[in-house]
């Protein structure tokens, strides 16, 4: 397997321009997770999803942020407006089932917004 | 509710020392407790999972962490330290059977240095 596949690997953007990210996950994982993760805050969970349904996005920062996921095998995470401040590295992470299996995380997106 | 803390943001060891990275987590309900590390540059990989049954618990790279209910702790350790344990490690604890589903805590995260 390839593992959780995220484009792209960096992104250099201009404030106020819309960015979004993707996010491939392991077949048959049912779980996707999108992360943030700055020196100032550590890895903070924005939104995850199970069977493609959103079921807690008490992570994500503002109205700016949103998620989606439109079939199992894929998910966008943008940002609209995007400001310097959004600047990070976005993971997204998959996992099967129950709580006690892993989660595997994609290499990651970083992005700088100037 | 869950959380983890991890005392030190960064640990310093000499190589073919003892690793010891300490993490307590607070949890309502029997926890699930994970070990991540974190390579520069790189997404997080699992080190290791206590789920149930046998406290001590041994992951990848000759780490092991016990689970000790009466501490609240799962301390991560590693007889000898080399210097490509160089990382970032990250404890994590999720809602358990009972809760929370799949979504985990995060600790802050312990930087380990690894000298000559």
Redesign the interface.
């Known amino acids: 397997d390839a593992g959780?596949i995220q484009s792209p690997r960096h992104e250099v953007t201009e404030m106020g321009q819309e960015v979004t990210l993707r996010c491939k996950p392991i077949s048959g994982h049912d779980?996707l997770?999108w992360y943030r993760q700055t020196m100032m805050r550590?890895?903070e969970?924005l939104i995850?999803f199970?069977n493609n349904v959103p079921?807690?996005d008490s992570g994500m920062p503002e109205d700016r942020f949103s998620a989606k996921m439109p079939n199992a095998s894929f998910s966008t995470l943008k940002i609209q407006p995007s400001e310097p401040r959004d600047s990070a590295v976005y993971?997204c992470?998959s996992?099967l089932?129950?709580?006690?299996?892993?989660?595997f995380?994609?290499?990651?997106t970083r992005l700088t917004v100037l | 509710a869950q959380s983890v803390t991890q005392l030190g943001s960064h640990v310093s060891v000499s190589e073919g020392a003892l690793v010891l990275l300490r993490c307590n987590y607070s949890s309502s309900v029997p926890p699930?407790l994970?070990w991540?590390v974190q390579y520069p540059?790189?997404?997080?990989?699992?080190l290791l999972?206590y789920?149930t049954g046998a406290t001590l618990v041994k992951g990848i790279n000759g780490f092991e962490a016990e689970f000790k209910k009466s501490e609240t702790s799962f301390h991560l350790t590693k007889p000898s330290a080399h210097m490509s344990d160089a990382a970032e490690y990250?404890c994590a604890v999720?809602?358990?059977?009972t809760g929370?589903?799949?979504?985990?805590?995060?600790g802050?995260?312990t930087q380990l240095k690894v000298e000559l």
């Open positions: 959780v779980y997770f550590g890895l969970l995850y199970n079921i807690d993971f992470a996992s089932g129950r709580g006690y299996n892993e989660q995380f994609g290499p990651g | 699930y994970f991540y540059n790189q997404g997080l990989q699992l999972k789920t990250f999720s809602g358990g059977v929370g589903g799949n979504k985990l805590t995060f802050t995260g």
